[in-house]
């Protein structure tokens, strides 16, 4: 229970800063309300459950090597650029305010948290910061603690989309349509941000190689 307890709070932190996931969930949270909100973080849960499976069958050596995170890198980029490009462009659409009827479907938001957390370059970062952490029990020979740590992790990340979700539900009150349409502009521009660093660490890795 002390090891479960402990990982929970390293899901906390890693799921803290701010990332594309938690852009797009505050996002749809503010458009859309606590459940089209809580669809991305489900959808981003999703690829963290098959991440956790794929480091237990010993995919994470395959995900870490060099020439496979490059073009990873880049394809992540090009993904949170459209999206990034998408929110900015249809910023004024699909806005409810509060006590109007949501048009946008459930099953759209939780694709929007697919795409975010199965962008390649979201996967390197997985692999590099919530693998090494999985990893490490793992390759001890503890599979238990491993699936323990894991569950931890993942309550963690879990306990943190529900606390976000909570405070823009209770925002989302004060705001209005305007101000709702402002922040998507800018989360898309966030978005796009990510897609630069991803750009970045890209350009950084290429020039081992050249």
């Known amino acids: ?10 899901g ?6 701010v990332g594309a996931i938690t852009v797009e969930m505050t996002k749809q949270g503010l458009k859309n309300g606590f459940i089209h909100g809580w669809a991305v973080g489900l959808g981003g849960m999703t690829i963290d459950i098959v991440l956790v499976f794929a480091l237990y069958m010993g995919l994470a050596s395959i995900l870490a090597m060099p020439m496979v995170q490059l ?4 394809i992540g980029a090009g993904f949170l650029f459209l999206l990034g490009y998408d929110s900015i462009k249809n910023a004024d659409h699909d806005i409810t305010l509060v006590g109007e009827k949501v048009t946008k479907s459930f099953f759209a938001s939780y694709f929007n948290g697919l795409l975010v957390a199965i962008s390649p370059g979201n996967l390197v970062f997985w692999v590099n910061v919530f693998g090494v952490v999985l990893a490490k029990s793992y390759g001890q020979g503890e599979q238990t603690s491993f699936l323990i740590i894991a569950a931890g992790v993942l309550s963690g990340i879990l306990l943190h989309d529900i606390g976000l979700l909570t405070i ?9 349509r305007k101000m709702i349409k ?11 941000g990510f897609a630069g660093y991803f750009i970045y660490e890209f350009i950084r890795a290429i020039k081992i190689y050249i």
Request: charged residues 5%; hydrophobic residues 70%.
């Open 71 to 74: 073009p990873m890198w880049i």
């Open 182 to 192: 402002t922040f998507t502009i800018v989360a898309g521009f966030l978005l796009i």
């Open 12 to 17: 906390l932190a890693i799921a803290m800063p």
């Open 168 to 176: 823009v539900s209770v925002t989302r009150k004060a705001m209005n």
């Open 1 to 10: 229970m002390s090891l479960y307890v402990a990982y929970v709070l390293v």
